[in-house]
């Protein structure tokens, strides 16, 4: 109930593309969708995040897509940089965060 | 501003020591949060402070861990008789308030040989 499943495991995605990135929840309560980056030997960063209430949420190349019914939500990031290879976490929260297992992504020039 | 600081960054210690992590969080931030990473995993719940109480410590895995934020500020986590499976990244997060985002800092990286 508690978990968040997050895919793919890895992404490669050339320069210029779109990377897209997928999670899904059980527990409806939660209330608080954020999306972090994480760079090697970091903690992770604060990038997007979401409350049920919206279906989307962009902030310039990021975008979240909300989606209730299925309990399902998303990030895409536009015209991908290699500035943007990092491990991406999804997470969910009423006020702890739960977060999905990470995806590597590799934007090659 | 100044975020989220956690000393030391790197700590070395021999199974069954005992070690102490320190968190500063953001000033002002009244939530205080600790996770466990471990590698190629995403961050374990283990404790959120609201102000000086423990609001939640459902993630620490046994009575070997316990963390303390006496004057609702600065927290440290301690770990009594480490363990090998100890050994992870423990990070702090604050935020300014329960539900509301929360910024990390850098982390420890504990290695117990």
């Known amino acids: 109930q508690q978990q968040v499943k997050q895919s793919p495991q890895s992404l490669i995605v050339q320069k210029g593309g779109i990377s897209i990135i997928n999670c899904a929840y059980e527990?409806?309560?939660?209330?608080?969708f954020p999306w972090y980056q994480q760079f090697p030997g970091k903690g992770p960063a604060l990038l997007i995040a979401?409350?049920?209430?919206?279906s989307e949420k962009k902030e310039g190349r990021f975008t979240i897509s909300f989606n209730k019914s299925a309990k399902q939500f998303s990030l895409h990031i536009m015209d991908s940089q290699p500035g943007d290879s990092a491990t991406y976490f999804c997470?969910?929260?009423?006020?702890?965060?739960?977060f999905g297992t990470g995806t590597r992504l590799q934007v090659f020039p | 501003g100044a975020g989220v600081s956690q000393t030391p960054s790197n700590k070395v210690t021999e199974k069954g020591k005992y070690v102490e992590l320190r968190c500063d969080p953001i000033?002002?931030?009244?939530?205080l949060y600790w996770y466990r990473q471990s590698l190629g995993q995403g961050p374990e719940f283990l404790i959120y402070?609201?102000?000086?109480?423990?609001?939640?410590d459902s993630g620490l895995p046994n009575d070997r861990f316990f963390a303390v934020r006496p004057e609702g500020s600065v927290s440290t986590l301690k770990i009594q008789r480490t363990e090998r499976g100890d050994s992870a990244v423990y990070l702090c997060?604050?935020?300014?308030?329960?539900?509301?985002?929360?910024?990390f800092g850098p982390g420890t990286r504990l290695t117990v040989l």
């Open positions: 997060a604050s935020s300014p308030g329960a539900h509301n985002e929360q910024f």
């Open positions: 527990n409806t309560a939660f209330d608080y």
């Open positions: 979401i409350r049920p209430d919206v």
């Open positions: 997470a969910a929260s009423t006020d702890k965060l739960i």
């Open positions: 000033s002002g931030h009244t939530a």
């Open positions: 402070f609201q102000g000086t109480g423990a609001a939640d």
